[in-house]
Nanobody, 125 residues
Framework: VQLQASGGGLVQAGGSLRLSCAAS????????MGWFRQAPGQAREFVAS????????VYADSVKGRFTISRDSAKKMVYLHMSSLKPEDTALYYC???????????????????WGQGTLVTVSS
């Protein structure tokens, strides 16, 4: 499995940005796709997740109501639509995948076995 994240950039506070993650390899409907972010000097943190089936979307409290995760299973693409961006959203954003048939919610980076490279999002005040 390979994941390729893209779409980062510089945006003013209050603006919007859409991140994309292209997946190659097996992507069964129960597998979980996640977005994480890591700011300088900070631990990697969970942002949002979705199953390839489109079910079970989960969001971190810090992004609820502002970010939306979606997927196009036919294209093997996962998106993170980010709006009302704040300077504290500045970070390197990663997409990740957990291959699982089990139900549940996974928000720990160690739950995910496949990672893409990061894409940098910078929000200016």
């Amino acid at each position: 499995v390979q994941l390729q994240a893209s779409g980062g950039g510089l945006v003013q506070a209050g603006g919007s940005l859409r991140l994309s993650c292209a997946a190659s390899g097996p992507t069964f409907s129960t597998y979980v796709m996640g977005w994480f972010r890591q700011a300088p000097g900070q631990a990697r943190e969970f942002v949002a997740s979705i199953r390839w089936s489109g079910s079970n979307t989960v969001y971190a409290d810090s992004v609820k109501g502002r970010f939306t995760i979606s997927r196009d299973s036919a294209k093997k693409m996962v998106y993170l639509h980010m709006s009302s961006l704040k300077p504290e959203d500045t970070a390197l954003y990663y997409c990740a995948m957990r291959g699982t048939m089990a139900s549940g919610v996974w928000t720990d980076p160690y739950d995910y076995g496949y990672w893409g490279q990061g894409t940098l999002v910078t929000v200016s005040s």
